[in-house]
């Protein structure tokens, strides 16, 4: 039933995962090919593939899946399980909120990056001539299920990328979450070890959504370092979670420089990333930042408002006046 709660499911074996599922509905899967090689057999129900890439998350996409619906005659109780990672929880998040005019829907991320971050909060939809998530909904599905199992066959870039949406997360509400994590991921961890924290980042942004479905409030903050992270993706092309990696850095950095955040909390904060491999350093000039982050869509008049950190385990939001941001911008890179 679609509603505004955000349900989480955890598990934490593969084969957990079939009695988890909807009995009483009839399922149809939208997986992505490389998923459904490894782990499609744990989804005993038709298949529809994908592949994933920004550019295949179009309305053709969504078209050719449609289509493809119909010929297996899925009606509006049919129950649309999408598996794999952002893209394609996206495009079948979306696709299942518009089919029929909308049919009910769960999330199965198989990536680190989808389990803390994409395959939540209810935002779906799909590029359009290049732009990113030009046409979407909001549109909760029933339930996404997070079982870190998937991860075991995730490339080392890849789950790097989400570490870095992990600790953003624990970096906004959860000090202790964030202090243990960080040092576990600084010692060598397996995925056991890692799982509580997938689920606690999970069940952070969660929570911050059902507060806040449409943003208005405390959902703003899942966008801690993004502003700077949109501006490094855009400029040169670095993958999500690295450039999301730099923009928290040079948030906890503008944070100093205005005052709002103890130096020594930046330092932590910056340690712990380099120790843990995250990259750090901004591959662009201030002057390039500074002339992408002044077309931000946050910004409102003479200033952008930035996510910033006051203590690890607590931001707020803060309007930038432009002409300062621009004199602390050469000082952060
Ligand atoms: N789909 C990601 C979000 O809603 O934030």
Do not use: W
């Not at 990672?85 to 909120?97: C, E, K, Q, W, Y």
């Not at 490094?232 to 928290?248: D, M, Q, Y």
């Amino acid at each position: 039933m679609v509603g505004n709660s955000v349900k989480l499911l955890n598990c934490n074996s593969l084969d957990e995962i079939s009695h988890l599922l909807p009995k009483e509905k009839r399922v149809i899967v939208i997986i992505d090919s490389n998923v459904k090689a490894i782990y499609g057999k744990y989804f005993p129900f038709p298949h529809i593939e994908v592949n994933a890439s920004e550019k295949e998350k179009s309305l053709f996409v969504v078209a050719d899946i449609a289509r493809k619906l119909m010929d297996l005659e899925a009606d509006r109780d049919t129950f649309l399980l999408a598996v794999g990672g952002g893209i394609t929880t996206d495009i079948a998040a979306f696709t299942a909120s518009i089919y029929f005019r909308g049919v009910d829907f769960a999330l199965v991320p198989t990536t680190l990056l989808s389990q803390v971050d994409a395959a939540i909060g209810g935002k779906n939809g799909v590029n359009l001539d290049g732009y990113k998530n030009v046409l979407g909904v909001i549109r909760q599905p029933s339930f996404t299920l997070i079982c870190p199992q998937f991860l075991k066959t995730l490339p080392q870039s890849d789950i790097k990328g989400g570490l870095a949406e992990m600790l953003k997360t624990l970096i906004l509400k959860d000090r202790e979450g964030y202090c243990k994590a960080a040092s576990l991921l600084k010692r060598g961890y397996t995925l056991e070890e890692l799982s509580p924290y997938i689920s606690r980042a999970a069940a952070i942004k969660a929570q911050i959504v059902e507060s806040d479905q449409f943003e208005n409030g405390d959902r703003k903050l899942l966008n801690l370092g993004h502003t700077f992270a949109h501006a490094i993706e855009k400029e040169i092309g670095t993958s999500h979670g690295e450039a999301v990696a730099i923009g928290i850095i040079l948030a906890s950095r503008l944070s100093v420089k205005l005052g709002i955040l103890a130096h020594q909390e930046a330092v932590t904060i910056e340690e712990d990333f380099i120790k843990i491999g995250l990259e750090t350093k901004s591959p662009i000039k201030p002057e390039h930042l500074f002339s992408s982050m002044k077309r931000d869509k946050k910004r409102s008049g003479d200033s952008i408002s930035f996510i910033l950190i006051e203590r690890i385990g607590k931001c707020t939001i803060h309007p930038v006046q432009i002409a300062r941001l621009e004199e602390a911008l050469y000082d952060l890179s």
